[in-house]
């Protein structure tokens, strides 16, 4: 062990002298390596030749084999590429090179659910889905706490899936008993309704109504985004009927009746919608067609984000105030790359 942030770890005995091998150094990919190994795990991490990864997971003091070798060396895969990798990390090296009944582990259940993954029939399929970014399951271990997770085996050992996440440390917070299906399209639903979809149409919509109507981007801005943030945790900390309780008299009463004016039927009606598209296969089909397009609509869409007034807002007053500064967004092999070349 590396370091003290997992010593108030104790690993059940079911990952007792298994080695774990991580497909994948991104966001996600980095965090449950270091986490794995500070809580005393043998880990090793499997990356392609050639990939920026490699100096990263040195330069953390980490493991690393060629892919190939670390696959067929382990006796937990975690597949933490990209989802968009799965099907020809699966076909081209694990189901060729894996151990008889090693168990495999996704981080989320898309690419079992609706991408095509047929992994090997004597290897376990477990979920081990934390509920937070690779950066926040890290600073979160760090600080002796840990994020939520879902677990499911289908088939396999969902005890070792339960101890895979301990070491994590999600046993610090709460772990639960899911399905890949259920974690895969709650979490499609959560982000299209609420997260990336409905919240920054609706912080994005609010601010241009406020400055059409000639009132200043920078007030704006304050009211319709900077207080998200503020109300989420006040959400988190008290529930919604607790945050109610904690805001304005005046507040209070303008939420009651714009709530029911914008989230009326015709809103419900779209949510269920979404829902049945998701269920249905129908959003991972035109998903795929986007994807294998190059996903041009998607880039031509986070251009008008960037170009938004709310985004040349946002850069002064955060700049103005001191705020942290965004991080480059990290890369990830685009869906053309292979994941697999050299290594296998």
């Known amino acids: 062990m590396s370091d003290s942030h997992g010593e108030d770890i104790l690993l059940p005995s079911t990952l007792s002298g298994k080695r774990i091998c991580v497909v994948g150094y991104g966001s996600q990919g980095r ?10 795990v043998d880990v090793v991490v499997g990356l392609r030749a050639g990939s920026a990864g490699v100096a990263e997971a040195r330069a953390d003091d980490v493991a690393t084999q060629p892919i190939g070798e670390a696959v ?10 990209p989802d968009s990798a799965h099907e ?6 694990v189901n060729p090179r894996a151990k008889r009944g090693a168990a495999l582990v996704f981080a989320h259940g898309y690419s079992i659910t609706f991408g095509g993954v047929a992994p090997r029939e004597d290897l376990q399929r477990l979920l081990v889905a934390p509920k937070a970014i690779g950066p926040e399951l890290r600073r979160l271990y760090v600080e002796g706490s840990g994020a939520a997770a879902l677990i499911a085996a ?10 895979y996440a301990v070491a994590l440390g999600c046993g610090r917070a709460v772990i639960l008993a899911s399905s890949f299906r259920e974690e895969t399209e709650t979490d499609l639903f959560g982000e299209q309704a609420v997260l990336c979809g409905g919240m920054p149409a609706l912080v994005l919509a609010s601010f241009e109504t406020l400055v059409e109507a000639g009132y200043s981007p920078e007030a704006a801005w304050f009211e319709c985004l900077f ?11 008290h529930g919604v009927a607790g ?20 989230v009326g039927e015709p809103t419900k009606a779209k949510l269920r919608e979404l829902l049945q598209e998701i269920q249905s296969g129908r959003f991972a089909e035109r998903y795929e067609r986007e994807r294998s397009g190059g996903s041009v ?7 008008t984000l ?3 007034r709310i985004q040349a807002a946002h850069e002064a007053l955060a700049k103005t105030m001191g705020l942290p500064a965004a991080a480059a967004a990290a890369a990830e092999p685009s869906s053309g790359e292979s994941a697999t070349s050299g290594e296998s």
């Open 154 to 163: 289908e088939p396999g050992d969902i005890e070792l899936a339960r101890a």
């Open 297 to 303: 609509r998607t880039r031509a869409w986070l251009q």
């Open 31 to 40: 965090a449950q390596a270091l986490n794995l190994r500070d809580s005393g």
């Open 227 to 237: 207080e998200v943030r503020l109300i989420a945790e006040m959400m988190i900390q």
């Open 88 to 93: 020809e990390i699966v076909r081209d090296v």
């Open 243 to 262: 945050m109610v309780e904690r805001i304005s008299d005046t507040a209070k009463f303008g939420a009651m009746e714009a709530g029911e004016a914008l």
């Open 306 to 308: 960037r170009e938004a």
């Open 72 to 81: 067929a060396g382990a006796d937990v895969i975690a597949l933490l590429a």
